[in-house]
């Protein structure tokens, strides 16, 4: 066999929200193995959402956060195939680990390219809120991705 099954990640919950997802998000934003700091930047930005969403909003931060993560979460993806000389783009759905990591990815990317705001943790919390309201650069690529997929859905028939 060419493909070798992949092993399951096991995850333990992080210390404050005792959250598996939580561990793993912290997993994708840390840099240089730097895992307290990311952890403290995770953990500000869940500070920064609470002071900012208002008494109205009954949710907690990380509902919040969870939310703006689903919001995020692309369905399929286009893959290349060369097929006779010409490389053709596939779309293909992903699965639910994959969707996960792939927002994780995009609301990280996108907080880190955000101009206005000074400190990550804030980047962070503004795109949350973005992205739990379905606006915001996080949004946009997600949709540019399921555009792609859409504009190439005669190609669907050569799945891998």
């Known amino acids: 066999m060419r493909k070798v099954k992949k092993k399951i990640k096991i995850y333990f919950p992080d210390p404050k929200f005792n959250d598996t997802l939580v561990t793993r998000f912290v997993n994708h934003l840390m840099k240089n193995g730097k895992k307290n700091l990311a952890y403290k930047i995770f ?12 008494e109205k909003e009954e949710r907690s931060a990380l509902e919040i956060w969870k939310e703006g993560l689903k919001n995020v979460m692309p369905h ?49 919390a503004c795109e949350i809120l973005d992205a739990f309201k379905e606006q915001g650069e996080a949004i946009k690529r997600k949709e540019n991705i399921h555009k792609m997929a859409e504009a190439n859905k005669a190609f669907s028939h050569f799945r891998f």
């Not at 953990?43 to 208002?54: H, M, V």
């Open 43 to 54: 953990y500000d930005a869940i500070k920064k959402i609470e002071k900012i969403k208002g």
């Open 76 to 124: 399929v993806e286009v893959r290349n195939r060369r097929m006779g000389g010409s490389n053709i783009q596939i779309p293909i759905s992903i699965s639910s680990s994959s969707k996960i990591t792939k927002a994780m990815k995009l609301l990280i990317s996108c907080a880190s390219i955000r101009k206005n705001e000074k400190t990550m943790a804030h980047k962070l």
